[in-house]
């Protein structure tokens, strides 16, 4: 018995192995968390970096990442920014220059992969370049344009008092006629 | 035209007024029961939105902007006959222009509130008045069309006015009160002094002459409506004059069949005659050709071309899905029509009732033809979409296709069926001079 002692143990600790190894592994979650640089050119705007790992500190690579960008668009909703792929540390980024200044709330989204469920990061980016406003170029017909709308609506009121003045010619000069025998319109 | 054809004529454009013999309400029944049907049919899709019609996010236009366009190109073409015959002075033109100008107002009431029906939601009408965006070809619309529908009242109205006093003068203690007062304060106090002669002269002159102008322009509208789109088969610089040719065609050949049911209906064989079926022919024909040239122009220069979208819904056209559609409007609706009025021979009445026919149902297929293929036809890279009518959307189209000739009875249960007015002004004051003939018995009847 003694001497069996040493590989009773051993059987015994392997089979914990065993049985811990899975049910440790099923514990394990991915952990996402995001972060905002500048670039270095300001008008480029910022690099948004997803880190992603599982809980033990391994870093989840070759997977893709998703950004959004909540914004408030008949009511609040998630705007895709983009999507990019982790690299051997678990680092995905992309450049964002946002619509308008001010604090942003940026999302980054792991979809889940190998048994780990999905898991999103939020941060607050407080931007302070944005893309610049955009500028239709004016073509060469736009001052012409602009003044149709003018043209027609004179158009259209002169249609209407010739109508008018058919009309109330018409019945001022019968009523007339029937008062006193002469006409309205001559 | 004789003392005694002047006053058969009176006669019998009075003939209806006030009477409601069995006939008359047997016909109002009829009429009434299919406009009842529609307006419950309305309220049906009211109740539960659009998705009881076959309108889908594919083909979001159907039955509802065919019919929309159809009668009021209708109503396009009474309004244009009536003032082409009165600017070229046409002496055959006063047993005409009364019916055509009531077609004319009848035909638009009805084409107007299809864009409310196809709403769906009639309250969102306001916004175009709220928010109105005038780049909008909508708000286009709704300027052209209320102006068009202003300008025919009004052209109705005045011609109108000393044939009221006549009814006003005739009826007696007949008119009963309420009618009496109607025709007394309609008739403006007209007596026929050369005054108010002149003054009425005037406003309709310069109404038949605005008339023109208007009626085109609420069609072109209509027609910009699509070409300024970029879809298949709309996106056409030739579509606004299509519109109105088109609108003249089936107008003219509603009008005729509109002559030839009050014809027969109030019995004026004697005043309208084989004659006036054969020059509204000619008129039929001169249009016809011309829309028949303007078809080919538009289909040959988009299908040489051949775009990505015109050409598949040129194809779909001619050989695809709508083929059968398509040539039967060509060749029943048009070529078939046109021939059947130009060739001379025997039953002129006969043959012109038949090709208007022809033309009126042709016309509203070409209708279909414009609207559903070019929405069907996927701007994305989507399937072809689907459009099948439910009965909802049936039921809306026959009952508002019988409210035309339901406003017409009732009208001309008012109103004299033919312009005595006008007969005067075109014989002259002498109305008993000796005719041998009377004026409108040329051409034989059939």
Known sequence: MTRRF??????????????????????????????ATAEARAEIGYVLTAQVRRSDGRAIGDTRVRFYDLVDFYGPREMFIGAATTDAGGRASLT????????????????????????????????????????????????????????VGVLVLAVWALIAYAFIGAARGVMAGARTGKGGIT | MDARTHDAYVERAMWQVGKGGLRYWGTLAVLGSLVLFGLYAYVYQLQRGLSVTGLNQKVSWGFYIINCVFFIGMSYGGAMTSAILRLTGAKWRAPLTRIAEATAVAALLVGAVYPLIDLGRPDRFLYLFLYPQVGSPVVWDLVAISTYMLASFVFLYLPLIPDVALARDTMGARAGRVRATLYRVLALGWSGTPSQERALRRGVGIMAVLIIPLAVSVHSVLA????????????????????????????????????????????????????????????????????????????????????????????????????FTFWTFAILGLLLPLVLVALPGRFPIARACTASALIVAGMWLKRFLIVVPGMADPIMPWDWGRYTPTWVELAITVGSAAAIPLLLIVFFRFFPVMSVHELDEIEGPEVTRPVLRP????????
């Open chain 2, 439 to 446: 004026a409108f018995a040329g051409g034989g009847d059939d």
């Open chain 1, 6 to 35: 040493p590989l009773i143990l051993a059987t015994a600790a392997l089979a914990m192995l065993l049985l811990a190894g899975p049910a440790s592994a099923d514990h394990l979650r991915a952990v996402v968390s995001v972060s």
């Open chain 1, 96 to 151: 964002y220059l946002p619509a308008r200044t001010g604090p942003r709330e940026i999302v980054a989204l792991f979809p889940g992969a190998d048994h780990l469920a999905p898991v999103r990061a939020t941060m607050t980016l407080d931007a302070t370049v944005a893309a610049p406003p955009y500028h239709a170029e004016a073509s060469g017909l736009a001052l012409f344009s602009t003044r149709v709308p003018y043209v």
């Open chain 2, 224 to 323: 910009w409506l699509f070409a300024v789109t970029v879809r298949g088969g709309w996106h056409s610089t030739i579509f606004a004059p299509l519109f109105v040719l088109a609108a003249m065609l089936s107008g003219v050949a509603a009008v005729i069949l509109v002559v030839a049911a009050l014809r027969s209906a109030y019995g004026l064989q004697q005043f309208i005659t084989a004659k006036h079926f054969r020059y509204l022919s000619y008129l039929l024909i001169s249009l016809g050709l011309g829309y028949v040239y303007f078809m080919i122009s538009e289909y040959l220069t988009e299908g040489y071309v051949a775009a990505e979208t015109s050409g598949a819904v040129l194809e779909s056209l001619f050989v695809g899905q709508y083929a």
